[in-house]
């Protein structure tokens, strides 16, 4: 009974002070109201919300290159970074008790001569001008208005003039104040108090008005912050006005000579100082990249992809990007600045940014399935294109790792790894032998045209004087040999060619390849050619899991996250396991080396259509060129124990816009010098031999027959 008595007490004089309600308030004594004491009113430290106890952090969040030291951007929906005591500089801490709350070090929380002169002020003048709010109160208040765990309806309420809003700041104030430290509360207000231009929090501000920490501010700098906070977005000198923002200094700086804390010589020359503002803005999201790395957009957006698929960040994607703009993360990607550098370069020699047709590039690193590198020759834009043209030369949409309406583009007979790896696990070793002629019949189901005969799928060789007679898995990989490989899949079955795929993260965004996936992947003999579609990304980290020797990993944009306590986050950390057998997996490789001139383990390389890379390499390597039908698209992939590149040159707005046989051989060269300058400060390193066993059929003829 005696606290419900007191609650309505307080909420008749409150009123009085926010509403101006003279004729209530004067009928009581101020004595009185006073005289009780405000513990009465106050909760236990326990009992406060849990928002008020431990402060959602609602910080922006930057991505950094792999060196932790590039920023490649930042993301938030409040411009803010929480930043300890000790990095402020004293006289910002003094200047913003000066400004809000001069009894700040005396009062429990509600300062009980600040209630008393707004009620008198209030009083007198019929009108709720002073609302005599200590800096704990404001702090309480700032917290539950932006606290994304209460409903929008509840932040609002935080904010509403109202004598129950501001008796509930009070209690909270005072029950803060019983248990935290002042310095506590001193941290905790000025990292989310607002100063205007977007900058929440006093680093977030010394960077917005004078690009430099807050342990650097000057006395004037100071105080025209502290000043800002009474009225941020009307005297925000940058957008506002600038005049309110110096007249504001001014009182600040009289405040702090009051209060003997500032000489008035020093106080005077702070006064007299000019505006120097040195504004900067801090990026936010990935069309912010800094211009001169516009190529890191697209990296920056796959990430931004990534992390919306990441269950640990909530339960959807616009949850986990609210996360994402509100947690802050340190994040360290896995992007290498130099191996991206060299991977642009190598692309732009191929086609500029102006043409049509693009070489999207992917760099993944075995074993770990982090992403290097993801480049392509466009402008990472929303601007404007010609007529007619989606995504050149400026697009925001991913050539490289494929989502948001990109599903990616034919990479042709690198795809034949696939059938390699099935055939292999099945039993069949590398001697597998067969006589490849010009064109076979399968038994597999196809559409009317060149490669149908009566409705049965007939393809042939693309250069039958290289390519047919006959052939083991080394010499038919080498020279991509089509009707040996069909052969393979009708002998081993198709559906498990197209498992073998999605074993090692081929994605069919495709809704056709989807449903054939599903439900006809049986029959799906054209498969082993590459007529679904795929990213360079999703092909690079196939064939990291044959460098891996059967090591699959998701594709990984981090090194490492850490939360704003600095705590690891798993999220980050490689997610990897075997889905090949290691013997399996060495075999293909063997195999693989073959296409690109180096030569197998057994010595039975014999031909391959990519054979100037190894020379011009000069480390082991393997890999497999690719094209689709028309020359529509053209494929490379390489990859050496160490790291896989993967690039294919398609016009991304018309798929039947062919790119011509000549770009491969740019392409070869290119992802040469891609390999060639990442590693070369790492060891040379060989393939692991697979057994006899796998290479040939142990017991019976090397002929493979």
């Known amino acids: 009974m005696i606290r419900a008595h007191l609650d309505k007490l307080f909420t008749v004089v409150i009123a009085g002070v926010l509403a101006g309600l003279v004729l209530a308030v004067a009928a009581l004594p101020a004595a009185l109201v006073f005289g009780i004491g405000f513990g009465a009113f106050a909760l236990p430290y ?46 910002m801490r003094q200047a913003i008790v000066a400004a809000e709350d001069a009894r700040f070090h005396q009062h429990k929380g509600v300062d009980v001569r600040g209630v008393v002169r707004a009620f008198t002020n209030n009083r007198r003048d019929g009108v709720a001008r002073q609302g005599a709010s200590t800096l704990t109160m404001q702090y309480v208040r700032n917290v539950l208005a932006g606290d994304p765990r209460l409903t929008k309806e509840q932040r609002q309420a935080a904010t509403e003039i109202t004598a ?66 009474r009225s941020p977005d009307t005297d925000d000198p940058i957008n506002g006005d600038a005049d309110a923002a110096l007249g504001r200094r001014g009182y600040v700086l009289d405040r ?91 692309v732009l020699d191929i086609y500029d940014r102006d043409e049509r047709h693009a070489v999207p590039t992917a760099v993944v690193q075995p074993g770990t399935g982090r992403v290097l590198a993801m480049a392509v020759n466009r402008n990472y834009s929303v601007a404007g294109n010609p007529p007619g043209w989606k995504n050149h030369p400026n697009t925001v949409n991913q050539l490289v790792g494929g989502g948001n309406g990109i599903d990616g583009y034919q990479a042709g007979s690198t795809f034949k790894l696939f059938t390699l790896l099935a055939a292999l696990e099945s039993g069949l070793p590398l001697e597998t032998g067969f006589h490849a002629p010009s064109r076979i019949l399968t038994r597999f189901p196809a559409d009317e045209g060149r490669a149908s005969c009566g409705g049965q799928w007939c393809p042939v060789n693309a250069s039958p004087s290289y390519m047919d007679g006959y052939h083991s898995m080394w010499t038919a990989f080498g020279r991509s040999v089509n009707t040996y490989f069909a052969w393979l899949a009708e002998r081993v079955g198709a559906e498990k060619v197209v498992e073998m795929a999605q074993r090692l993260g081929i994605v069919f965004r495709a809704d056709g390849d989807a449903e054939l996936a599903r439900g006809g992947a049986r029959d799906w003999g054209a498969f082993t050619l590459g007529v679904s579609s795929t990213t360079p990304l999703d092909l690079a980290n196939a064939y990291a899991t044959v460098a891996a020797e059967g090591t699959w990993c998701a594709p990984l944009p981090v090194l490492s996250i850490t939360d704003s306590a600095g705590q690891e986050v798993a999220a980050g950390r490689p997610d990897c396991r075997q889905v090949v057998d290691t013997d399996v997996a060495r075999a293909a490789a063997d195999a693989a ?69 000549t770009v491969q051989s740019r392409m070869v060269a290119a992802i040469g010098e891609i390999l060639d300058q990442s590693l070369r400060e790492q060891p040379v390193r060989d393939f692991v031999p697979p057994s006899e066993a796998v290479a040939y059929r142990v017991g019976g003829p090397r002929d493979g027959n």
Do not use: H
Request: aromatic share 8%; glycine share 8%.
């Open 256 to 346: 702090l000579v009051e209060l003997g804390q500032v000489p008035p010589d020093d106080a005077a020359r702070a006064k007299e100082a000019p505006l120097e503002l040195r504004p900067s803005e801090t990026p936010n999201d990935c069309t912010a990249v800094p211009a001169e790395r516009n190529d890191w957009g697209f990296f920056c957006d796959w990430f931004t992809q990534w992390w919306s698929a990441q269950p640990a960040f909530g339960g959807s994607a616009p949850e986990r990007q609210d996360t994402l703009r509100r947690g802050g993360f340190r994040i360290v990607s896995s992007l290498d600045p130099d191996v991206q550098q060299a991977a642009m370069r190598q």
């Open 46 to 91: 326990s009992e406060l919300p849990e928002s008020l106890r431990k402060p959602p952090t609602i910080q922006r969040s930057n991505l950094y290159a792999n060196d932790g030291r590039t920023l490649i951007t930042s993301f938030y929906t409040e411009d803010r970074v929480d930043v300890p005591l000790d990095k402020v500089a004293p006289v």
């Open 593 to 661: 080396r073959c296409p690109v001139g180096d030569q197998s383990m057994y010595g039975r390389c014999d031909g391959g259509t990519a054979e100037r890379l190894r020379r011009a390499l000069g480390r082991p390597v393997a890999g497999k060129t690719g094209t689709s039908e028309r020359n529509e698209t053209t494929s490379v992939v390489a990859f050496t124990p160490q790291l896989v590149v993967a690039q294919i040159a398609a016009n991304p707005d018309d798929p039947r816009d062919p790119v011509g046989r």
């Open 164 to 229: 129950a809003r501001k008796i509930r700041e009070m209690r909270y104030a005072l029950a803060l104040e019983r248990g935290l430290s002042k310095d506590e509360i001193l941290k905790r207000y000025l990292n989310i108090a607002y100063f205007g231009a977007g900058a929440y929090g006093i680093a977030a501000a010394s960077k917005r008005y004078f690009s430099i920490p807050p342990a650097q501010l000057t006395l004037a700098q100071a105080a025209l912050l502290a000043g800002l906070v």
